[in-house]
């Protein structure tokens, strides 16, 4: 079952890897934000993954959790600078 | 892989994590191909959040009743709560600062690429 949960964790690592090319290349700003998005939270389940190869749940389900408020926090804090009318967004940088 | 001990809970935790790696594959591969801002929170919103809660009910299946099995819990619920909030906040904020969706007849917006 380690290898099961190694192994997943090397798939997960490819499939976080590909929304990079959306924050890289993204039209707006709005789009690398979506796409930092999607890297922290699957990001989250891979930290999960890790605990169980390392055989030390206990220890990571607390970054877990630490890291996905974080994550979360940010977000908003960006959106809703992103959403007041004082903000000059420019569409395409 | 010789080590793969085989009983009910673990055949269980392989489908659930199996099934979750495929929507969290099906979520990125949309950020990459959807044609517009808004249709690209759809795909991390509802499919990421599918992924990511049969993951880990896969883990918790695994784990067993301890007190790791609650914390997984609480990810979980937060997850739950959180991802859709994050997108629907980040795609509000876009249509408050003016992007425009991409209709038809709107063929020279700059979000298409």
Redesign the interface.
């Known amino acids: 079952?380690?290898?099961?949960f190694l192994y997943?964790a090397v798939?997960?690592t490819i499939?976080?890897a590909?929304?990079a090319?959306?924050v890289m290349?993204?039209?707006?700003v709005?789009?690398r934000?979506?796409?930092t998005?999607?890297i922290a939270?699957?990001t989250?389940?891979l930290i999960?993954?890790i605990g169980?190869v390392f055989d030390r749940?206990?220890m990571f389900?607390?970054i877990?959790?630490a890291y996905?408020?974080l994550g979360?926090i940010g977000?908003?804090t960006i959106?809703?600078y992103?959403?007041s009318?004082k903000?000059d967004?420019r569409?395409?940088d | 892989m010789s080590d793969l001990m085989i009983d009910f809970t673990s055949i269980l935790t392989i489908i659930f994590v199996v099934a979750g790696i495929f929507f969290l594959l099906v979520g990125s591969v949309g950020i990459i191909r959807l044609p517009d801002f808004y249709s690209r929170t759809h795909a991390t919103s509802k499919s990421d959040t599918l992924g990511m809660i049969l993951i880990i009910v896969g883990l918790i299946i695994f784990e067993g009743m301890t007190i790791n099995s609650g914390k997984l819990g609480f990810v979980l619920l937060f997850i739950l709560l959180a991802n859709p909030i994050g997108a629907h906040a980040l795609a509000r904020a876009a249509y408050n600062s003016g992007l425009k969706p991409m209709f038809p007849d709107n063929k020279n917006d700059k979000t298409e690429g």
């Open positions: 079952m380690d290898s099961f997943s798939i997960l499939i976080i590909v929304p090319y959306r290349k993204g039209p707006t709005f789009d934000l979506v796409g998005n999607a939270t699957k989250i389940v999960c993954l169980y749940i206990d389900v607390d877990t959790l996905a408020i979360f977000s908003l959106a809703k992103f959403s009318e903000t967004v569409f395409d």
